[in-house]
């Protein structure tokens, strides 16, 4: 599928007249798709490529060493590894119950670290030890710092482009209690794939505000399409020759607080377009990097009042981000 892909540098360096185009653009994006592509978002290429060589490195070492920092299953947030399996997406949307028997059938063929903002005391980070894996731990942070002033710039472009006051958004987001996840789909039987009981993650949303995604150039992303319900489309990887790409996505905290004006983008993860039709041999492993924008944990998660009227009365309720964050993952489990 061709999102559209915006020049996000013209928000902040452009003319007043760009800047509100580009803010204006966006919204109307994510009121379309739910998604959306940015080129010039402000992240280096070379800190882009050091997050996705991190994912690599993490996932190569020994099964003992990751599991000595498994995330406790559970409805907080999550830290650490996670293996193939744990989280069972499917469980998420009750359509993806549709034709099958049990939830518990239906399983993740993807494994994943999750790290929260640095120096956690809350919900304490989870790292290998530094002989195991040396300048991990600050990579990760490093980039969570840099992903998390790209979200706030992407809610004072969401501020203008939905004409809301300065700092609506942004000061909903202090201090920070956003999540980095790196994934690895792993080889998995084409097969088992096609017989529709496993897929690398199962049609979801997900909890936060907006997600950043960069993928690697094997494929698989899909996004629900708003005029089909029910059907995906790729999202195809950038041309590597050319500008780093940045998927976005708007998720569940973003819908509550517009009262369902802009809504969650649906997505999965599957078999490439490449491979799709094939049940022989494997499909390809595949990586990816995610940040998952949230709202700071004790802030509303229930409508904005400037998307509650008499005629659209609030349709969610009064609940914190971290509340609604517990509420969805104890789903997951």
Not at 40 to 66: C, I, Q, R, W
Not at 95 to 107: A, F, K, M, V, Y
Not at 268 to 278: F, I, R, S, Y
Request: hydrophobic letters at 35%; charged letters at 25%; aromatic letters at 10%.
């Amino acid at each position: 599928m061709d999102l559209p892909t915006l020049d996000f540098s013209l928000f902040k360096h452009g003319s007043d007249a760009e800047s509100r185009k580009l803010a204006k653009t966006l919204v109307q994006s994510f009121r379309d798709h739910g998604f959306v592509k940015l080129i010039n978002h402000g992240l280096p290429e070379d800190a882009v490529k050091a997050y996705m060589a991190a994912a690599v490195e993490f996932f190569v070492l020994p099964t003992e060493s990751k599991m000595k920092i498994s995330n406790a299953r559970g409805p907080n947030p999550q830290r650490g590894f996670s293996w193939v399996g744990a989280e069972q997406t499917s469980k998420l949307r009750k359509e993806n119950l549709i034709g099958q028997t049990s939830w518990d059938e239906l399983t993740d063929a993807r494994e994943h670290f999750d790290a929260g903002p640095p120096g956690d005391t809350e919900f304490p980070n989870k790292w290998p030890s530094e002989d195991e894996l040396p300048g991990f731990q600050k990579l990760i942070e490093s980039c969570y710092l840099q992903f998390q002033n790209i979200c706030l710039d992407l809610m004072s472009a969401m501020e203008v482009g939905l004409d809301l006051p300065n700092g609506t958004l942004v000061e909903r987001c202090k201090p920070a209690s956003s999540e980095m996840r790196l994934n690895h789909y792993p080889p998995t039987n084409l097969r088992e794939l096609a017989e529709g009981k496993v897929k690398r993650t199962w049609p979801h949303t997900d909890f936060g505000i907006i997600t950043l995604l960069f993928q690697d150039s094997i494929g698989g992303l899909e996004l629900e399409q708003r005029s089909q319900p029910g059907t995906f489309a790729p999202v195809l990887p950038g041309n590597p020759n050319g500008p780093t790409e940045m998927v976005v996505n708007i998720s569940d905290t973003f819908q509550r607080w517009t009262n369902d004006v802009i809504k969650a983008g649906v997505h999965q993860v599957t078999v490439p377009p490449t491979m799709k039709g094939l049940t022989e041999g494997l499909c390809q492993e595949r990586y990816s990097g995610i940040f998952f924008f949230k709202a700071h944990r004790d802030t509303s998660a229930g409508p904005l009042p400037h998307f509650v009227t008499e005629k659209r009365p609030a349709v969610y309720d009064e609940i914190t981000a971290l509340q609604y964050q517990q509420r969805m993952t104890k789903v997951l489990y």
